[in-house]
């Protein structure tokens, strides 16, 4: 695996496998790699003849300071997960490197990114549509790989790439679970063992609010969520959203739409966890 820090030197090197006709995925992360991250590898790894992985802690999608420096960051580790599952190029950028100046750019997604993250999180997809876009101009790859936990901003990157009219396709990757549902997040590994073990209940609460439908009213399978979620001492929902899939649109009935896609965010702790179901 090679390890590049500089955009530069990434080009020339890819420009070569381009040169001789290979493809390029590519898995955009901020480290701190887990099983998820690795499923994202694999299928990247086995679509494409090169597969890139940037990890770069992106400092304008965080809205938060203490949430940009609490960011777990382990590159030695992953750069070790990242040579096991076969990554043939990690680009490991500085902040100066991405953002020689400012990014003074502003997207506008409208419904798909001002709704759930958009609202309790401002600017953060312009973050991530800023950074997106960058690492896909220094990349250019063929396919990029994005998972499914992250679902709004799965629609947010598929907008941005439609308006920059930029040649890849996003794939959308299933959610990866530990044994008991948690969905795994690299912010896992700051929950204290009493919060981690209290974190399954909102993976398990969203699979029992799907055998609810269509017999109970959609919002009747909201506050049943919120308020099963909202009972356990440690745990605060800061949304519960049932959306159109595609439009994200909130929805009053099932028939709204043929792709309800029911999304959370739960403070485990001090701890921002999100996930996400199909109904
Ligand atoms: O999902 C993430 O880890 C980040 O939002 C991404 C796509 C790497 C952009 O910084």
């Not at 890819?14 to 590898?41: C, I």
């Not at 953002?99 to 958009?118: K, N």
């Amino acid at each position: 695996m090679k390890i590049v820090n500089s955009i530069e030197e990434l080009r020339t090197g890819l420009a070569q496998e381009k040169g001789v006709g290979r493809s390029v995925g590519f898995v955009p992360t901020m480290g701190a790699l887990h099983d998820g991250h690795l499923s994202l590898v694999k299928q990247g790894v086995e679509e494409n003849d090169v597969c890139v992985v940037s990890i770069f802690v992106n400092p304008t999608q965080f809205n938060d300071r203490n949430d940009l420096a609490t960011y777990p960051r382990t590159l030695d580790k992953d750069c070790a997960m990242l040579e096991a599952a076969g990554c043939d190029y990690l680009f490991a950028p500085s902040e100066a490197e991405m953002y020689p100046v400012p990014d003074t750019r502003r997207f506008d997604f409208g419904t798909l990114s001002q709704v759930m993250e958009g609202a309790y999180r401002p600017g953060h997809f312009n973050g991530v549509a800023q950074i997106v876009s960058k690492l896909f101009d220094a990349v250019k790859p063929d396919r990029a790989y994005f998972g499914e936990k992250d679902f709004q901003q799965i629609a947010v990157v598929r907008a941005m790439a439609k308006q920059l009219d930029l040649p890849v396709q996003i794939i959308a990757c299933p959610i990866l679970r530990e044994e008991d549902g948690l969905a795994m997040s690299s912010r896992n590994v700051r929950l204290t063992p009493g919060q981690r073990q209290k974190a399954p209940l909102i993976a398990r609460t969203l699979k029992e609010s799907t055998n609810f439908v269509p017999g109970k009213s959609v919002r009747e399978v909201m506050e049943y969520v919120v308020h099963t979620i909202n009972n356990e001492q440690v745990m605060r929902v800061e949304y519960f959203e049932i959306v159109d899939g595609h439009t994200l649109e909130a929805i009053e009935n099932w028939t709204d739409t043929t792709y309800p896609v029911g999304c959370i965010v739960v403070y485990c702790g001090e701890v921002r966890l999100i996930d996400n179901i199909k109904y």
